[in-house]
């Protein structure tokens, strides 16, 4: 059975959540795993992972939390026009080393997901697509609600002059920009089973590469190094405070 646990409250929140992030397969990594796989880098792509080093504390710059920002009022404004109760969430699934991190579920809707993309210059939701059905094929969700943005303010001419502030998104102002795609899974049968074939070969490759004595020694000296670096640096700069 599948369980939704609902990131937006704390007292539903377990240690399942951020618990052994590397070991998950996430649905943000596939348009890279399939272009290692393709280009043949999928060895340096697992290493990288094993190697992952928690840094959830360092702040984000400004300019890297407007998506964040917008996807929480993006979802306040669709949930109230299409009568939905979207809350972002998370599932796991064991078995196939699986992290669904959704930015909406209702297991009400007609469309279960909803996904949130802002985006500057030529919409492509095909960027998505992986990403999108990974969701669906791990949850057995049937639809996806997409919601796409443009950042992009254009002068009279349809240049580009300004991205929009997060202040400027009211209402009105979606109304007129978002963009709404149903994907449904039926259409994206062929996709889904490639990426299920890809995610079991990463599955096998990343179990026998963590699994070896030799290698988790070499992870444990490297991430030492890293955080020794990081120490350094620290340091460093604490000496011109």
Same mark, same amino acid.
């Given at each position: 059975m599948i369980q939704w646990i609902y990131t937006d409250s704390p007292e539903e929140q377990n240690e399942s959540v951020t618990n052994k992030r590397n070991f998950y397969i996430g649905g943000s990594e596939l348009n890279k795993i399939f272009e290692d796989f393709y280009k043949g880098d999928i060895i340096q792509n697992i290493f990288e992972k094993l190697c992952y080093i928690d840094s959830s504390h360092t702040?984000?710059?400004?300019?890297?939390?407007? #998506?964040?920002?917008?996807?929480? @009022?993006?979802?306040?404004?669709?949930?109230? !026009?299409?009568?939905?109760?979207y809350r972002p969430a998370v599932s796991i699934n064991e078995s196939k080393q699986s992290r669904t991190n959704v930015d909406g579920y209702d297991?009400?809707?007609?469309?279960?997901?909803?996904?949130?993309?802002?985006?500057? #210059? &030529?919409?492509? @939701? *095909?960027?998505?697509?992986?990403?999108?059905? +990974? +969701?669906?094929?791990?949850?057995? %969700?049937?639809?996806? %609600?997409?919601?796409?943005?443009?950042?992009?303010?254009?002068?009279?001419? #349809?240049?580009?002059?300004?991205? @929009?502030?997060?202040?400027? /998104?009211? *209402?009105?102002? %979606?109304? &007129?920009?978002?963009?709404?795609?149903?994907? !449904?899974?039926? *259409?994206?049968?062929? /996709?889904a089973k490639q990426i *299920?074939?890809?995610?079991?070969?990463?599955?096998? /490759?990343?179990?026998?590469?963590?699994?070896s004595h030799l290698m988790k020694k070499y992870i444990e000296d490297y991430k030492a190094m890293i955080f020794t670096q990081n120490s350094m640096v620290e340091t460093f700069m604490d000496s011109f405070k």
């Open positions: 702040v984000q710059p400004d300019w890297a939390t407007f #998506g964040h920002k917008a996807e929480e @009022i993006i979802r306040d404004y669709v949930n109230r !026009k299409f009568k939905r109760n297991k009400n809707a007609e469309e279960p997901l909803w996904e949130c993309k802002t985006y500057s #210059g &030529k919409e492509n @939701i *095909d960027k998505y697509m992986k990403q999108i059905t +990974y +969701y669906m094929l791990r949850n057995n %969700l049937k639809s996806c %609600l997409l919601t796409t943005l443009s950042k992009d303010v254009l002068d009279e001419n #349809g240049k580009k002059i300004r991205n @929009i502030t997060i202040e400027e /998104l009211n *209402d009105e102002e %979606l109304e &007129k920009r978002l963009t709404f795609h149903v994907i !449904k899974f039926e *259409d994206v049968k062929v /996709l *299920d074939n890809i995610c079991s070969e990463y599955s096998k /490759l990343y179990n026998y590469i963590a699994n």
